[in-house]
T-cell receptor
């Protein structure tokens, strides 16, 4: 199916564990983004990527690692999850920074 | 990117036009006005954007004042499914999207 898909939809993990959130888009968009959304903070940019093997930090990158070996995939890894990383994570893609972003349905992550 | 000011919440009757205002008095000449919305538990959805001319698409119209210091997003015939948080974002084409708190629009029967 065309579009942008995130997996898993829901995830519960324990403090200290590594967890990877997946994001896949079928449009061959150059840009991909990861945001987190928390009550009281709204949507905040974690990392973004302009192309395969090109990534850059956003507003809140600490504790996260990204990679982009293929244009269509942009996984987000929490190397050692903390409770403060409990959040809803949204992936997005865009043809360019100036175009509209298309967001995925989100992953609700709970760290216990 | 220029700062935007939006009302915290607005109400609209179903079938009526919803007019959502946004102030961006410090906007620069190369900055665009973007509107996104987020329906509960979903990812944000792009609605429309413009530089200085009014814009219209199948979802909404965007009216930008001549001095570009404010804009209005118009949903011509609001439905219950338009209940969402609406974000007005001002940014240059080379910068990423930064979301503010937005306006919670409640459409009632």
């Amino acid at each position: 199916d065309a579009g942008i898909t995130q997996s898993p939809r829901y995830k519960i993990t324990e403090t200290g564990r590594q967890v990877t959130l997946m994001c896949h888009q079928t449009w061959s968009h150059s840009y991909m983004f990861w945001y987190r959304q928390d009550l009281g903070h709204g949507l905040r940019l974690i990392y973004y990527s302009a192309a395969a093997d090109i990534t850059d930090k956003g507003e809140v990158p600490d504790g996260y690692v990204v990679s982009r070996s293929k244009t269509e995939n942009f996984p987000l890894t929490l190397e050692s999850a903390t409770r403060s990383q409990t959040s809803v994570y949204f992936c997005a893609s865009s043809e360019s920074l100036g175009h509209g972003y298309t967001f995925g349905s989100g992953t609700r992550l709970t760290v216990v | 990117d220029a700062k935007t000011t939006q009302p915290t919440s607005m109400d609209c009757a179903e079938g009526r036009a919803a007019n959502l205002p946004c102030n961006h008095s410090t906007i620069s000449g190369n900055e665009y006005v973007y509107w996104y919305r987020q329906i509960h538990s979903q990812g944000p959805q792009y609605i429309i954007h413009g530089l200085k001319n009014n814009e219209t698409n199948e979802m909404a119209s965007l009216i930008i004042t001549e001095d570009r210091k404010s804009s209005t997003l118009i949903l011509p015939h609001a439905t219950l499914r338009d209940t969402a948080v609406y974000y007005c974002i001002v940014r240059a084409g080379y910068s990423t999207l930064t979301f503010g708190k937005g306006t919670m629009l409640l459409v009632s029967p």
